[in-house]
Antibody, heavy 118, light 107 residues
Framework: QVRLQQWGAGLLKPSETLSLTCAVYGGSFTGYYWTWIRQPPGKGLEWIGELNHIGGANYNPSLKSRLTISADTSKNQFSLRLNSVTAADTAIYYC????????????WGQGALVTVSS | SSELTQDPDVSVALGQTVRITCQGDTLRKFFATWYQQKPGQAPVLVIHGENKRPSGIPDRFSGSASGNTASLTITGAQATDEADYYCNSRDSSGYQVFGTGTKVTVL
């Protein structure tokens, strides 16, 4: 059974860079889609972006200019960097895995609350 | 990007059937994926593709589609089904989009 464990700084000031990492345990890293999703407190889900099965990145257009998603296959990890954060980036951030383009995210990390406040 | 619209709140009597709908132009081309989310927990995938249930999801959950509308039906709702439900799909550029979410209350 695959397990996703995520970590990163939980409190940021405006203009700082959000950085989260998700480690994959108990399963293969290659051949899957690796996704980041966020949820502002009390609100709905928002797709941030993904790495596809061959390592290409696909980003939410509304975040693209500030966003980098990358992978370290040697460590079975993938990461999210979001520059120039504001209070609007305050959310629970989830990492997740999909088996392919169409099948949805079947495995999720535990979520990490990131708060942006001065 | 495309939008997916859901009714904010739906209620169902215990043991009865409830249908949760998701509307959006992209659903004319692509199937919806459905997630269940309980308070304080990560979402759980309940339906993907043409009505496919991941292992461990009860068969009282089913999916369907017609035109620009996708539906998630819970047949014989249980108290444990009380949760928020989100639809999800791809738009024509391949980006994912989530629905606005539906809170299901089991009476």
């Amino acid at each position: 059974q695959v397990r996703l464990q995520q970590w990163g700084a939980g409190l940021l000031k405006p203009s700082e860079t959000l950085s989260l990492t998700c480690a994959v345990y108990g399963g293969s890293f290659t051949g899957y889609y690796w996704t980041w999703i966020r949820q502002p407190p009390g609100k709905g889900l928002e797709w941030i972006g993904e790495l596809n099965h061959i390592g290409g990145a696909n980003y939410n257009p509304s975040l693209k200019s500030r966003l980098t998603i990358s992978a370290d296959t040697s460590k079975n990890q993938f990461s999210l960097r979001l520059n120039s954060v504001t209070a609007a980036d305050t959310a629970i951030y989830y990492c997740a895995r999909s088996s392919d383009f169409w099948s949805g995210c079947s495995d999720w990390g535990q979520g990490a609350l990131v708060t942006v406040s001065s | 990007s495309s939008e997916l619209t859901q009714d904010p709140d739906v209620s169902v009597a215990l043991g009865q059937t409830v249908r949760i709908t998701c509307q959006g132009d992209t659903l004319r081309k692509f199937f919806a994926t459905w997630y269940q989310q309980k308070p304080g927990q990560a979402p759980v995938l309940v339906i993907h593709g043409e009505n496919k249930r991941p292992s461990g999801i009860p068969d009282r959950f089913s999916g369907s589609a017609s035109g620009n509308t996708a539906s998630l039906t819970i047949t014989g709702a249980q108290a444990t089904d009380e949760a928020d439900y989100y639809c999800n799909s791809r738009d024509s550029s391949g980006y994912q989009v989530f629905g606005t979410g539906t809170k299901v209350t089991v009476l």
